[in-house]
């Protein structure tokens, strides 16, 4: 039978269900009971983590043969999802949460955004409009202003209840550097049109060039494919802490101008995923403000050290962009998917992407009073994330979060220190954060030979880098458990298999 009024499928008796089996197999009363066991579940995988094997020795293609081809014709039994989830899932799981894990960068992982994921995916509104679900929209908006005032950002990028700027949660840095860069692109069209009608937009868009550094994550480099404008690398060197210089980014602007073409979009890391370097937007701002170049930060990593007072001088600069984003589920605990954006103009972004069909239209659109983040974003779905930063936030309070960055920022100098101690070794970049990039001294061969050595023992997990043409091994810190004696293991294993290498080298 149907419930007209909210369509849930209600069976009420026997008679009604038939023979057949029903589709239904677990009412509230089971879920009660299946969802405490999840959570034993969980526990006891987190808190067991270090005893599995941190990456998983499976061949492509093993899953395939552990499961049928079909799904089955009738319902499986809850046990038997479970059972497989060990014999099935676990042995090709890469244990990012492992204490043992130092590749890429930190995803966040924590109880209470966990929990807050829970309860996202129970009320499971689609929260494109503030129609759709008022709660979902709001507690965005407060949510990115805690946060944005938590970082010191500027007020012009604070929402409150009267700001031009403001903030949203995307899904990845990726989705922000493209919106940004689409939001540049709109808006440098538009300008151009004002002042001359006549101009076919091919022509506008044909000469738009972006600029990046050449240490930026290849997400800006792919964004600039999406968007069907040109993205140029500007070089960067050791002897600058491969960061961005003003006067190079000077000179390539005047370049491409006295070429014909058409400055638009700059993005400026802080916090470069092969060694975590930072460009000097202090520097890059005026010039971009000057040349009225859309500048974007993409702090993916790096953003979440600036709710500490000492790290927060990384940031100065932020008064220049039209644009900045960071991961919260990188590095301050909330679970993943939830990337932190803010804009000095939402006007930008509405511009860019508002289409407004008669079926997503309501009473309050054109109040002032309220935000359609369908507008601020590519796709028009979005789930309830902000729930994850409330729970985590109110939770672990300012002071728990900058000591948690704090923790993993003084393991990585504890790992630099032993790095130091051991002659055979060199340190590859300043280590500013929760990232150490080193080597052994000599080849690149001798490096990558080390690093396929330590992948292959799958007792630890690192991924390499290069910086000026060197073959480097980034250790990142990771983990929400990882201790000192953690990254004291990890160490005697490098510099054992280190040992064994320098030892098969031709004398």
Same mark, same amino acid.
């Given at each position: 039978?149907h419930?007209?009024r909210?369509g849930f499928c209600?069976?009420? /008796? ?7 089996k029903s589709?239904?197999t677990?009412d509230a009363t ?5 969802g405490?066991e999840m959570?034993?579940?969980i ?10 094997t941190?990456y998983p ?7 395939r /043969?552990? !499961? ?6 009738e319902?499986d039994?809850?046990?038997d ?8 899932i ?6 990012w949460?492992s204490?043992y894990f130092?590749a890429?960068f930190?995803? &966040?992982?924590?109880?209470?955004? @966990?929990?807050?994921?829970m309860?996202s995916?129970?009320?499971g509104?689609?929260g494109?409009s503030w129609?759709?679900?008022?709660a979902c ?5 407060v ?6 005032k938590m970082l010191k950002?500027?007020e012009?990028f +604070?929402?409150g209840?009267h700001?031009?700027?403001g903030g ?9 550097t ?8 709109c808006?440098?069209?538009?300008m151009?049109?004002?002042s001359?009608?006549?101009?076919p937009?091919t ?25 069907g404008?040109?993205?140029?690398? !500007?070089?960067?060197?050791q002897?600058?802490?491969y ?7 000077r000179r ?5 101008k006295?070429a014909g073409?058409?400055?638009f979009?700059?993005c &400026?890391?802080l916090?470069?995923?092969? *060694?975590?370097?930072f460009?000097?937007?202090?520097e ?6 000057a040349?009225? +170049?859309?500048?974007?930060i993409?702090?993916a990593y790096a953003?979440s050290s600036f ?11 932020i008064e220049?962009a039209? /644009?900045?984003n ?5 590095w301050?605990l ?6 932190t954006?803010?804009v000095?103009?939402r ?7 508002? @289409? ?5 239209k309501?009473?309050?659109q054109e109040s002032?009073? +309220?935000t359609?983040?369908r ?7 979005r ?10 936030f109110? @939770?672990y309070g ?9 923790k ?5 100098k504890?790992?630099?220190s032993?790095v130091?101690?051991?002659q ?9 954060l929760?990232?150490v ?5 000599? *080849?690149?061969?001798?490096n990558?030979?080390?690093?396929k050595?330590i992948?292959?023992?799958r007792?630890?997990?690192l991924?390499?880098?290069?910086? *000026? ?6 250790f990142?810190l990771?983990?929400r458990?990882t ?8 160490w005697?294993? !490098?510099?054992?298999? &280190?040992?064994e290498?320098m ?5």
């Open positions: 039978m419930d007209g909210f209600v069976l009420t /008796s026997a008679t009604e269900i038939g023979s057949t589709p239904c677990m089971e879920f009660r009971r299946r405490k959570v034993d579940l526990a006891d995988y987190l808190e067991n983590i270090e005893q599995r941190v020795d499976v061949e492509p293609g093993y899953l /043969s552990l !499961i049928p081809e079909e799904a089955p014709e319902p039994t809850y046990e999802v479970v059972k497989d989830i060990e014999r099935v676990m042995p090709g799981v890469t244990h949460h204490p130092y890429y930190p995803t &966040a992982n924590s109880f209470p955004a @966990m929990l807050a994921d309860l995916g129970a009320i509104c689609i494109f129609a759709a679900s008022p929209t709001e507690l965005e908006t949510m990115m202003d805690w946060l944005g950002l500027p012009d +604070i929402a209840t700001g031009q700027g949203v949660i995307q899904g990845t840095a990726s989705e922000a493209l919106v940004a860069l689409l939001a540049a692109r808006r440098v069209v538009r151009i049109l004002a001359d009608p006549q101009y937009e022509g506008i868009t044909s000469k738009l060039v972006a600029y990046s550094s050449d240490q930026a994550h290849c997400s800006v480099e792919r964004a600039g494919m999406i968007a404008v040109r993205m140029k690398k !500007i070089p960067t060197e002897s600058d802490k960061a961005v210089q003003g006067e190079t980014l390539m602007i005047q370049e491409d006295a073409l058409n400055p979009y700059f &400026a890391t916090g470069t995923t092969p *060694s975590c370097a460009d000097h937007i202090t890059l701002g005026p010039i971009c403000n040349e009225k +170049i859309w500048m974007h993409d702090a953003g709710i500490c007072p000492e790290f927060r001088p990384l940031l100065n600069g220049f039209d /644009s900045f960071f991961n919260t589920h990188k301050l909330v679970n993943f998917d939830c990337s954006m803010w000095k103009k006007s930008d972004l509405i511009g860019a992407f508002k @289409m407004d069909p008669l079926y997503l309501h009473g309050h002032g009073l +309220i359609d983040y507008h601020w974003q590519i796709p028009l779905g789930r309830f994330r902000s729930l994850k930063m409330w729970f985590v109110r @939770m300012l002071k728990g979060l900058q000591d948690y960055i704090r993993h920022v003084e393991l990585a504890e790992f630099e032993l130091r101690a051991d055979r070794f060199e340190i590859s970049a300043d280590v500013v929760g990232l990039c080193f080597r052994l001294k000599g *080849s690149n061969e001798v990558e030979t080390l690093l050595r992948n292959n023992g007792k630890i997990h991924v390499p880098c290069l910086l *000026s043409g060197q073959f480097v091994l980034r990142a990771c983990s458990t201790e000192s004696r953690h990254i004291r293991e990890a005697q294993l !490098i510099t054992q298999l &280190a040992e290498v030892q098969e080298l031709p004398h």
